[in-house]
């Protein structure tokens, strides 16, 4: 089946670094990518990791592992515009599959 | 460049009504997304389009969703008759042929079916 795991729910404090985990179950697989959604919004993209190893953008980095089935998202710096809900999604062909989504929330 | 543009942004309706939903892609974009999002089940696609054409309907939960895209400015998602559990949020999103890696999100639409 096809699948995408991520926690619901990290905490952190304002200026903290925080990582969300996604594992996946795929049977086709180009890619893992990140969006961000915040309360009342729209996702929009923020990161996209189609060969193993970092990419960084700004504050935020995202990490992936084809032969773990295991990507991430790394935020530094936490600001409270970043309490949002975060979603890993994998690209198969021409469609995403998104996960369940991880609510960050920072604290101050 | 405006972004996705969808309409109406809050929609309340009564079971049983009919009820169209409306898209606007980003010029040049080649394909189309239509998504659900509850809380239950989280983001779902339900079907998407490729230069106007209907490639995936395999999330369309039943007969009473049909889509089209009459042209590639313009694409409708229509409930008949709606349900309760139609309720959620109906996103529309469009992206290059060439940057598969990126949807745009348009604003959403908010459906309540009483």
């Known amino acids: 089946g096809q699948s995408l795991e991520q926690p619901s729910e990290v905490t952190a404090v304002e200026g903290a670094i925080v990582q969300i985990n996604c594992t996946y179950q795929?049977?086709?697989?180009?890619?893992l990518s990140w969006y961000q959604q915040h309360d009342g919004g729209a996702p929009t993209f923020l990161s996209y990791?189609?060969?193993?190893g970092l990419e960084e953008t700004g504050r935020f980095s995202s990490f992936l592992s084809r032969s773990d089935s295991y990507g991430y998202l790394l935020l530094q710096e936490l600001q409270m515009k970043d309490s949002a809900s975060y979603f890993c999604?994998?690209?198969?062909?021409?469609?995403?599959?998104f996960g369940g989504g991880t609510r960050l929330m920072v604290k101050p | 460049d405006a972004g996705v543009i969808q309409s109406p942004r809050h929609e309340v309706t009564e079971m049983g009504q009919e009820v169209t939903l409306r898209c606007k892609p980003i010029?040049?974009?080649?394909?189309l997304f239509w998504y659900r999002q509850t809380m239950m089940r989280g983001l779902e696609l339900l079907i998407y389009?490729?230069?106007?054409?209907?490639?995936?309907d395999s999330g369309m939960p039943e007969d009473r969703f049909s889509a089209k895209m009459p042209n590639a400015s313009f694409s409708t998602l229509k409930i008949q008759p709606s349900e309760p559990r139609d309720s959620a949020v109906y996103f529309c999103?469009?992206?290059?042929?060439?940057?598969?890696?990126?949807?745009?999100f348009g604003p959403g639409t908010r459906l309540t079916v009483l």
């Open positions: 999103a469009s992206r290059r042929t060439d940057v598969y890696n990126e949807q745009f």
């Open positions: 795929t049977s086709g697989f180009y890619g």
């Open positions: 990791n189609g060969l193993d």
């Open positions: 999604a994998y690209n198969a062909g021409n469609m995403l599959t």
């Open positions: 010029s040049g974009h080649d394909y």
């Open positions: 389009f490729n230069n106007n054409v209907p490639i995936d």
